[in-house]
Antibody, heavy 128, light 107 residues
Framework: QVQLQESGPGLVKPSETLSLTCAVSGYSISSGYYWGWIRQPPGKGLEWIGSIYHSGSTYYNPSLKSRVTISVDTSKNQFSLKLSSVTAADTAVYYC?????????????????????WGKGTTVTVSS | SYVLTQPPSVSVAPGQTARITCGGNNIGSKSVHWYQQKPGQAPVLVVYDDSDRPSGIPERFSGSNSGNTATLTISRVEAGDEADYYCQVWDSSSDLLFGGGTKLTVL
């Protein structure tokens, strides 16, 4: 079955760039679907960061767009997140997930994206 | 921007029915998805596209969506259902939105 595993530094200094990678197994990213990042600050709710297609097409949360870059490496079957100029407010558990939800059967497409498979998450703390 | 509103908490006795709401302007025109998150774990999809269940999710979990309110209904609540529940939509402005979450307490 599809499995996702996040990896990256657990501690990042303020003003630096947070970098995480999500390795996908059991499914080839090149086969389709969007792949996304979601975060959850301690004791708070879920926040979508952005998503990427194997072609490189991206969607970003408007509130984070200026600081976020999501990229994909199909040869390694993984995708990555970079979040620049981090502050303590970026401290969170970061999840990667597969994003599905397209219906193009009627000649035009209807999009209703949701996350059907999630990684276990990785904790990132921003502190000097 | 579009906002999803959930009650912070819902309490229910074992064996009873829990209803968790998700409010949004004309949310009935959107597809709503629901996630269950237990402490220290990743979210799990329990309902998608308003009322469909992924494989492995008990029939006790069901969803509905009309007007300005979507509802996740959990029948015959068990102690193991105690968790945070989040609703989610894909907005027409290409934005994926979560509700603030509802903590379900089984009394």
């Amino acid at each position: 079955q599809v499995q996702l595993q996040e990896s990256g530094p657990g501690l990042v200094k303020p003003s630096e760039t947070l970098s995480l990678t999500c390795a996908v197994s059991g499914y080839s990213i090149s086969s389709g679907y969007y792949w996304g990042w979601i975060r959850q600050p301690p004791g708070k709710g879920l926040e979508w960061i952005g998503s990427i297609y194997h072609s490189g097409s991206t969607y970003y949360n408007p509130s984070l767009k200026s600081r976020v870059t999501i990229s994909v490496d199909t040869s390694k079957n993984q995708f990555s997140l970079k979040l620049s100029s981090v502050t303590a407010a970026d401290t969170a558990v970061y999840y990667c997930a597969r994003m599905v939800g397209e219906d193009c059967s009627g000649g035009s497409c209807y999009y209703y994206y949701y996350m059907d498979v999630w990684g276990k998450g990785t904790t990132v703390t921003v502190s000097s | 921007s579009y906002v999803l509103t959930q009650p912070p908490s819902v309490s229910v006795a074992p064996g009873q029915t829990a209803r968790i709401t998700c409010g949004g302007n004309n949310i009935g025109s959107k597809s709503v998805h629901w996630y269950q998150q237990k402490p220290g774990q990743a979210p799990v999809l329990v309902v998608y596209d308003d009322s469909d269940r992924p494989s492995g999710i008990p029939e006790r979990f069901s969803g509905s969506n009309s007007g300005n309110t979507a509802t996740l209904t959990i029948s015959r609540v068990e102690a193991g259902d105690e968790a945070d529940y989040y609703c989610q939509v894909w907005d027409s402005s290409s934005d994926l939105l979560f509700g603030g979450g509802t903590k379900l307490t089984v009394l």
